[in-house]
C-alpha cells in the first residue's frame, strides 16, 4: 500500500519516521541523510526501528549510528532510547528512538 501525502516540516513540531521491518542497509542511509537534513532545522526527530525478531530494531539502530558518524555533525548527535516491544499475535518487534543534535 502507498500512501502519498505533503506537508511542510513548519506544520510539525517533531518529526518522526519509520524503518520498515523488511527494508535493506540502503533505506538506512536515505534515512541517515534525511535525518541529519531535518536537524538542520528541528531540534529532534523521532525514529521507530522495527523488524521481524526481537534484536532486529536495536541492530538497525546501531548501523544507522554508524551510518551518521560519519558525517561532520553525526557523532555530536544524542539518542534516546523509548518504548519498545513486541506487536501482539506478531513477530514483529519496534524500538522507539529520539534523535537530537547535540550540544
Do not use: C
Not at 33 to 56: Q, Y
Not at 66 to 86: C, D, F, K, M, P
Amino acid at each position: 500500500m502507498r500512501l502519498d501525502f505533503r506537508f511542510d516540516l513548519d506544520e510539525i513540531s517533531v518529526p518522526r519516521f519509520s524503518v520498515e521491518a523488511v527494508e535493506g542497509i540502503g533505506k538506512l542511509f536515505t534515512l541517515a541523510t534525511l535525518v541529519l537534513n531535518v536537524l538542520e532545522v528541528k531540534p529532534r526527530v523521532e525514529i521507530v526501528f522495527h523488524g521481524l525478531n526481537s534484536e532486529d530494531p536495536e541492530a538497525k539502530i546501531e548501523a544507522f549510528k554508524e551510518i551518521v558518524t560519519g558525517s561532520e555533525t553525526g557523532s555530536a548527535l544524542n539518542y534516546e532510547i523509548g518504548r519498545g516491544g513486541q506487536i501482539p499475535g506478531s513477530l514483529t518487534s519496534f524500538l522507539w528512538v529520539t534523535v537530537s543534535a547535540g550540544s
